[in-house]
């Protein structure tokens, strides 16, 4: 246990950003996603990013080494990885690991951070990303329901991201309703620092929203692409592909607000269509062929002819009616079929 002064707190002293305004140094965070919607690509990508320090969309990044733990399978992380790096750039500073990792064990959490340093000295360079894909075969044989196992898992997360001052990304599946959000024990959001959430939105592209955020505001999402690259041939000279993802912008959701018809307006358009003299209807003359019902129940017809006199007016400004002076009284027409309403 270790107790601290209040005195020597500096709420301005955040951990440093792996990648700003999405990960922090000594925190862990869960990529959460359904299966096929291209978690793990997304993943490498990042770790793309990280390795060759570019920045994702405009946001900086802590260049450093990435140890990209492929639980579910090393065959498909090479063969991404080896579509990503195929320039060469960044490709000794991504390590992918074989191994059945167990998160709640201690000697596993020790062998991880011993290797990690081996790494640092190799290459003179620390290490900024550590992934686990996926995290329901990094856990041992925990119950994934279980609230207190799963707890221990963030917890072995938590101090290898500390231990290395990088940040852990797990690698994780929605359960049947992917609304819900992670499978498994309420715990595993519950105690992660960011929760990332992966939908696609149409078959070859997705999107990334940030869920959660403990120690900084909650960013805008980004978009990935989605495309196969060719890595190869196979003996009978068929393609063989991997699937690589490419960070975009977010798609702009443009939000439509219902129109607000007014019944009052609506009912005086269908009286001038529906009867069409010549001379046009008074203001009287359309309050008497309008239905009670169009008006609220407790008007009384001095406030009935004020609200046909303001849907009137409404409508003129719309272009949809027209006003035609006969002497001193105001006759009403709907407006000419080329005159264009003013939406």
């Not at 939908?199 to 869920?211: L, P, S, Y």
Request: glycine share 8%; charged share 25%; aromatic share 4%.
């Amino acid at each position: 246990m270790k107790i601290y002064d209040m005195a020597d707190f500096d709420p301005c002293d955040l951990p440093e950003p792996i990648v700003e305004n999405l990960m922090l140094a000594g925190e862990v965070s869960m990529l959460v996603g359904p299966s096929n919607t291209g978690k793990s690509a997304v993943a490498i990508r990042l770790a793309h990013h990280v390795v060759t320090g570019t920045p994702v969309l405009g946001n900086e990044v802590r260049p450093g080494l990435v140890i990209y733990v492929a639980a579910e399978g090393l065959r498909s992380v090479l063969s991404r990885a080896y579509a990503v790096f195929r320039d060469g750039e960044g490709a000794e500073h991504f390590k992918p690991v074989e191994v059945e990792p167990d998160l709640r064990d201690k000697l596993f959490e020790t062998t991880v951070i011993e290797q990690a340093h081996k790494l640092m000295k190799r290459y003179s360079l620390g290490v900024s990303l550590v992934v686990f894909d996926t995290l329901i075969l990094s856990v041992g044989d925990a119950e994934e329901s279980s609230n207190e196992q799963m707890a221990r898992v963030i917890r072995g997360a938590r101090r290898i991201a500390e231990a290395l001052n990088a940040h852990v990304l797990l690698v994780h599946h929605t359960g049947k309703d992917s609304d819900r959000g992670a499978r498994g024990a309420s715990s595993l959001t519950a105690n992660v620092d960011t929760v990332l959430l992966c939908n696609v939105t149409d078959r070859e592209a997705g999107e990334v929203a940030q869920g959660k955020q403990r120690s900084i505001e909650k960013g805008a999402p980004f978009g990935y692409r989605l495309d196969a690259h060719e890595i190869g041939r196979d003996r009978k000279g068929r393609p063989i592909t991997a699937v690589v993802a490419t960070i975009t912008e977010a798609t702009q959701k443009v939000e439509t607000k219902p129109v607000k018809i007014d019944p009052v307006e609506l009912a005086l358009e269908t009286a001038l269509g529906i009867s069409k003299p010549a001379t046009g209807f008074t203001t009287t003359e359309l309050l008497a062929l309008l239905p009670q019902r169009v008006f609220k129940e407790s008007l009384k017809e001095d406030s009935r002819r004020r609200a046909v006199q303001r849907a009137l007016q409404q409508l003129e400004t719309q272009g949809a009616v027209r006003n035609s002076k006969d002497g001193t009284i105001n006759r009403w027409l709907l407006a000419e079929p080329d005159r264009k309403r003013v939406a």
